[in-house]
Nanobody, 124 residues
Framework: QVQLVESGGGLVQPGGSLRLSCAASGFTLDYYAIGWFRQAPGKEREGVSCISSSDGSTYYTDSVKGRFTISRDNAKNTVYLQMNNLKPEDTAVYYC?????????????????WGQGTQVTVSS
């Protein structure tokens, strides 16, 4: 059974850090591009970051550049999103997704598999 499971969300104060994990089961992440998306209440789901399968190229939406880092550990079949200097506007449910083309994209329609999401709340 193909499955993506996110973990690592929680409540953190502004300026704090969290590391989200996206663990795959039922398939090998090596050949998939992985994207992180987020959805805040009343807003559209937006792309946050993505990483390609081939050369590990990474991309970030402007609002998180310099604060978030995406990485993959193929041996653990897991992708991570390190989030530093978190801001209240980062509050959202974060989802990871896998794209079998292996090409990193922020367009959610290209993704084949999705996790169930993990809540990130940034508040003092």
């Amino acid at each position: 059974q193909v499955q993506l499971v996110e973990s690592g969300g929680g409540l953190v104060q502004p300026g704090g850090s969290l590391r989200l994990s996206c663990a795959a089961s039922g398939f090998t992440l090596d050949y998939y591009a992985i994207g992180w998306f987020r959805q805040a209440p009343g807003k559209e789901r937006e792309g946050v970051s993505c990483i390609s399968s081939s050369d590990g190229s990474t991309y970030y939406t402007d609002s998180v550049k310099g604060r978030f880092t995406i990485s993959r550990d193929n041996a653990k079949n897991t992708v991570y999103l390190q989030m530093n200097n978190l801001k209240p506007e980062d509050t959202a449910v974060y989802y990871c997704a896998a794209d079998r083309t292996g090409i990193a994209t922020m367009v959610r329609g290209y993704y084949d598999y999705w996790g169930q999401g993990t809540q990130v709340t940034v508040s003092s």
